[in-house]
């Protein structure tokens, strides 16, 4: 059988979704129909979980279930303060995030991708715990006490809390709300793909987010993030850009944080970012830090007519939150848990195996040729 290659599968529609709308000619994108702008500036990370999974912005009532739920998840398990302890102090924040996420599959016994019921309580352990776990692995690699969080507070307060061990101010917990929400869903991106494709051979949700987080830690993907502070880190000042991305240029280096598979023009979520980054930036070394990335903007689409995407401006906000820069794609993977989970739900509602082919060029019915003979 001979099919058309679509390298990268670029293109290629593999499943009807209602989730998100990624509208790549005209740069919008809509959660449930419901477009990022407004998600972004007036709901809460827990609303747009709720409209993730469930399909619907949730009533009061509904909202205020839905958060005691995940509340009841607020806590580090014994088993993964044992496995954070004996962590080597250089493992990366993402690798310990993939191998503690794969314990807790571990500790879950009951969890197989069968039982409904049980996969919805798995999901909201997942997005409870995500946050209480990538605070306790930052304080456990800085030898500092893991930080319990508190009932009362939100998901995105509850992170900054644990991470900085001091309640954090509204302007920040807003800001941390609006950048969960602008990374929490975006189609069949590469990670989303990996987690549906595991679940897809009914495997478990903790194997299809563990995988996940595995895929969205490549630099062509979520790890672009971490890549653009370091990009602004070694550019240093405004002069300096059009040198070092000329230099880049030349030796066909991909510079991070520009070009996206489906958006031919500004990615949505990078124009909320960059107003939000321009919100943040109240130091002279924000303002520095500001001033660099909007002229890698310039000279990227003057030069190489390629926009920024969602992870241009977002490592700005992040230093403004006083989040080091080795966690920018586990923040990335906290907002993402929710479009992977609604994603995983949607997929077993109407399973069938993933299963691409390949179109075959090597050769066949070679002769073969014992050991000792070759
Ligand atoms: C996101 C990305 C992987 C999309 O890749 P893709 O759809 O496969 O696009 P291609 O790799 O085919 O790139 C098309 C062309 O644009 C160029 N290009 C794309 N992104 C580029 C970038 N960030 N810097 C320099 N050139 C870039 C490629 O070199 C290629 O040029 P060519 O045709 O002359 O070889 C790519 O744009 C990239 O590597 N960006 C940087 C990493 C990043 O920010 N990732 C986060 C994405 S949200």
Redesign the pocket.
């Known amino acids: 059988m001979s099919s058309k290659v679509a390298k990268?599968l670029?293109g290629v529609a593999v499943a009807e979704s209602s989730i998100c709308s990624v509208d790549g000619i005209r740069g919008r994108l809509y959660y449930r129909g419901y477009s990022i702008s407004d998600l972004a500036k007036y709901a809460t990370f827990e609303e747009v979980t709720y409209l993730l999974l469930e399909g619907l912005l949730p009533s009061k009532d509904e909202l205020k279930k839905f958060s005691d739920d995940l509340k009841t998840f607020y806590y580090v398990p014994t088993e993964l303060k044992t496995f954070l302890a004996n962590i080597p102090k250089e493992a990366l924040p993402m690798d310990i995030l993939r191998s503690a996420i794969s314990l807790l599959g571990c500790i879950d016994r009951q969890n197989s991708a069968y039982d409904y019921e049980k996969n919805r309580q798995t999901i909201k352990r997942l997005i409870a715990q995500f946050p209480v776990i990538l605070a306790a692995i930052w304080r456990m690699k800085h030898g500092q006490e893991i930080i319990p969080p508190k009932k009362e507070y939100s998901i995105s307060q509850n992170f900054l809390y644990m991470l900085h061990n001091k309640p954090p101010s509204d302007t920040n917990v807003k800001v941390n709300d609006a950048l969960l929400i602008l990374h929490a869903e975006h189609g069949f991106n590469a990670s989303t793909f990996v987690a549906r494709s595991i679940i897809s051979t009914m495997s478990d949700i903790y194997s299809a987010v563990t995988s996940a987080i595995g895929s969205l830690k490549g630099?062509?993907?979520g790890g672009?993030n971490q890549n653009v502070y370091r990009l602004i880190q070694n550019i240093k000042t405004p002069n300096n850009v059009e040198i070092f991305v000329d230099e880049a240029?030349a030796r066909k280096e991909?510079?991070?944080?520009?070009?996206?598979?489906v958006y031919k023009t500004e990615d949505p979520r990078a124009t909320i970012l960059r107003e939000i980054a321009g919100s943040v930036a109240d130091t002279p070394e924000k303002k520095i830090m500001l001033e660099i990335t909007k002229k890698c903007e310039e000279i990227m689409l003057r030069k190489?007519k390629?926009y920024p995407?969602?992870?241009l401006y977002s490592p700005t906000s992040y230093y403004s939150l006083s989040i080091d820069v080795d966690l920018y794609t586990c923040m990335f993977a906290l907002g993402r848990i929710s479009g992977w989970c609604a994603h995983i739900i949607e997929q077993l509602k109407d399973n069938r195996l993933i299963r691409p082919v390949e179109q075959y060029i090597g050769k066949l019915d070679l002769t073969y040729i014992p050991l000792e003979k070759r």
């Open positions: 990268g670029e630099p062509l993907h672009a240029l991909r510079i991070p944080g520009f070009g996206h598979r190489k390629l995407n969602v992870d």
